[in-house]
Nanobody, 128 residues
Framework: QVQLVESGGGLVQAGGSLRLSCAAS???????????MAWFRQDSGKEREIVAG????????YYADSVKGRFAISRDNAKNTVYLQMNSLKPEDTAVYYC??????????????????WGQGTQVTVSS
């Protein structure tokens, strides 16, 4: 089992920034550094959507069109932690943000169905 714990969410004004963190632990946490990770988000009444994904080495990243140029995903494998730096936030970025791990792949998939472990989520609210 792998446990993922997100932190860093909160309330911010439009144009502001937040940095989310996702710390991995558990029986197989030592292998998380060789697996793809991603951030998803879900607003009430909407489907969960990918925000960004990162390969095991950090050398390959993927971003949803809606966040390109504003968000940056990174990882520190020594700390088993993945980050999401969110800049120029907009009200439409408001959602619960989830960290996810794909234990089957080194490259990030784009759909929630490809991921095996999920965090509990952290709320991000952007006011206009």
């Amino acid at each position: 089992q792998v446990q993922l714990v997100e932190s860093g969410g909160g309330l911010v004004q439009a144009g502001g920034s937040l940095r989310l963190s996702c710390a991995a632990s558990g029986r197989t946490f030592s292998t998380i550094s060789t697996k793809a990770m991603a951030w998803f988000r879900q607003d009430s009444g909407k489907e969960r959507e990918i925000v960004a994904g990162i390969s095991w080495s950090g050398g390959h990243t993927y971003y949803a069109d809606s966040v390109k140029g504003r968000f940056a995903i990174s990882r520190d494998n020594a700390k088993n932690t993945v980050y999401l730096q969110m800049n120029s936030l907009k009200p439409e970025d408001t959602a619960v943000y989830y960290c996810a791990a794909d234990m089957k792949s080194r490259l990030p998939g784009h759909t929630q169905y490809e991921y095996d472990y999920w965090g509990q989520g952290t709320q991000v609210t952007v006011s206009s």
